[in-house]
C-alpha cells in the first residue's frame, strides 16, 4: 500500500466523520474498511478518530520502545579506553580485571571518570561489556611457519609427560617453547623468543635468544628463571634441538628439576604455552623478521614491560574440567584471574615472595606501561628485515 501524508490522513478522517457518526452498523463497517485502506490506520484507531475520540491523526512516535538505556556515550567511551589499556580482552575478562585496572589507573591519576560512570564501570556485567563493545571490535587474523626441528637420541633419556604426572596445583611446572621471529624464510640467523608459562598460574615469562643455539636459550631460561616470582619444579619442553640436549638435561637432574617432553607432532601436549605464544608474543611482536643485536636489546626491553603487564593487569581463564556429553564436548571454567592474584591465593608461594609481588604491584601504572611498549615497538618495528 502507497504511503500517504498526515494531511491527506487527516481529509479522509473528517471528510467521512460526520458520515460515519448517523450511519447503520453494516455502513459503518463499510466506511471503517475504506478509512483503513486509504489511510493505513488500524481499525480500531480510525473507528476511535471517526467517532472523535481522538481529535486528530498523530505522526508515528519516534522514540524508541522499551527500558531506557542505562549505559550511554559516556559510559561506553570509558569502556572504550578500559578496553584497549586490557589488550582488547572478551567481555568476562575485563570484568574480572576491572576493578584492578582501575584502582591502578585512578592511583596514577590516569583517567577522571566521574563518580557514575565510576560506579557502572565496577557494576557492568560481561555481557554487557561484550554488546556495547560489538561495534567497536576488531578481528585480525595472522598465520606463520614453524621453526621447530627434531632434537637429538636424548630425547629415550627425557621421558614424554601425560598430564596426570604432574601436580599442576603447585606452582613452578612450566611449559618452555621457542617462538621464530623469522618472518616467511627460516634460512638464515633470526630472533626467537623463549616463552615460559606457569601451568598452574599463568605466569608468563619471555625472554628473546639472538639464535636457537643451545647456549644462547639455556642463558635466556636462567635469566626467566631469576626473575620468577617461585622456583622451577619442572620443565615441558617439545622435542626441539634448542631443548633436548645434554647441557639442559645435566643441569635439570643437579637441581633435582623434572624434565619432560611432548610426544612428536602433538602440539596439544604443551597447549599452555602454545596459546601464550599467540596471545603474548604473537599479538605483540607479530610475524616479521628481526636480526641482530640492536633488536635483540629492543625486544628484551619490550619483554620487561611485557612481562608486568600481561602477569599483573590482564586476567586468564583456566580450563577445570572437560566432559564429553554425546557428540558435545562441555568444559567448565574458574572465573578469570591475572596470574598475580592466583599466586596471592596461592598457599605454596612464600610470605616474602608475597610481600614482594603486592610492592611491585602498587607500583605499576598499566597506562604508562602501554606508553612505553608501544614506543619500544615503533623502534623495534623500523628494524624489521625484508626478506
Given at each position: 500500500m502507497t504511503k500517504i501524508s498526515m494531511k491527506s490522513r487527516q481529509e479522509v478522517i473528517q471528510r467521512y466523520c460526520a458520515r460515519y457518526k448517523k450511519s447503520s452498523k453494516k455502513e459503518k463497517g463499510r466506511i471503517l474498511d475504506y478509512v483503513c485502506s486509504a489511510t493505513?490506520?488500524?481499525?480500531?484507531?480510525a473507528k476511535k478518530l471517526l467517532c472523535g475520540r481522538i481529535k486528530k491523526v498523530e505522526a508515528p512516535s519516534s522514540k524508541k520502545r522499551g527500558r531506557k538505556s542505562k549505559y550511554?556515550?559516556?559510559?561506553?567511551?570509558a569502556l572504550e579506553k578500559i578496553w584497549a589499556l586490557m589488550d582488547f580482552a572478551c567481555g568476562r575478562r575485563i570484568a574480572a580485571g576491572m576493578k584492578d585496572m582501575l584502582d591502578a589507573l585512578l592511583r596514577f591519576n590516569e583517567v577522571n571518570f566521574d563518580q557514575d560512570t565510576l560506579e557502572k564501570l565496577h557494576e557492568i556485567s560481561s555481557a554487557t561489556i561484550d554488546r556495547l563493545l560489538k561495534n567497536a571490535k576488531k578481528h585480525m587474523k595472522f598465520k606463520g611457519i614453524s621453526a621447530t626441528k627434531p632434537g637429538t637420541l636424548l630425547k629415550r633419556d627425557i621421558p614424554i609427560r601425560l598430564g596426570t604426572q604432574w601436580d599442576d596445583a603447585v606452582p613452578g611446572y612450566v611449559e618452555i617453547d621457542l617462538?621464530?621471529?623469522?618472518?616467511?624464510?627460516?634460512?638464515?640467523e633470526y630472533i626467537n623468543?623463549?616463552?615460559?608459562?606457569?601451568?598452574?598460574?599463568?605466569?608468563?615469562?619471555?625472554?628473546?635468544?639472538?639464535?636457537?643455539?643451545q647456549k644462547h636459550v639455556f642463558e635466556a631460561l636462567m635469566i626467566v628463571k631469576e626473575r620468577q616470582p617461585f622456583p622451577i619444579l619442572g620443565i615441558d619442553s617439545d622435542n626441539g634441538s634448542e631443548f633436548i640436549n645434554a647441557h639442559l638435561l645435566r643441569y635439570?637432574?643437579?637441581e633435582n628439576i623434572c624434565f619432560t617432553r611432548s610426544r612428536?607432532?602433538?602440539k596439544n601436549d604443551g597447549c599452555h604455552v602454545e596459546q601464550k605464544n599467540w596471545s603474548v608474543v604473537r599479538r605483540n611482536i607479530g610475524y616479521d623478521r628481526y636480526e641482530g643485536g640492536e633488536?635483540?636489546?629492543?625486544?628484551?626491553?619490550?619483554?620487561?614491560?611485557?612481562?608486568?603487564?600481561?602477569n599483573f593487569f590482564l586476567p586468564s581463564a583456566k580450563l577445570l574440567s572437560k566432559s564429553r556429553d554425546g557428540s558435545k564436548?562441555?568444559?567448565?571454567?574458574?572465573?578469570?584471574?591475572?596470574p598475580y592474584k592466583r599466586l596471592m591465593s596461592s598457599q605454596h608461594i612464600e610470605k616474602d615472595a608475597k610481600k614482594r609481588l603486592k610492592e611491585t604491584w602498587h607500583t605499576l601504572n598499566p597506562a604508562e606501561l602501554k606508553r612505553g611498549m608501544a614506543k619500544l615497538l615503533d623502534q623495534l618495528q623500523r628494524l624489521r628485515t625484508t626478506c
Open positions: 493505513g490506520l488500524s481499525r480500531d484507531r550511554g556515550d559516556g559510559l561506553r567511551a617462538v621464530a621471529h623469522c618472518g616467511v624464510t627460516t634460512a638464515g623468543t623463549l616463552d615460559v608459562t606457569d601451568i598452574c598460574t599463568g605466569w608468563t615469562e619471555t625472554a628473546a635468544v639472538l639464535n636457537k643455539a635439570c637432574k643437579q612428536p607432532d602433538k633488536a635483540l636489546r629492543i625486544m628484551n626491553e619490550y619483554y620487561d614491560l611485557l612481562r608486568l603487564y600481561t564436548i562441555r568444559k567448565r571454567y574458574e572465573a578469570p584471574q591475572t
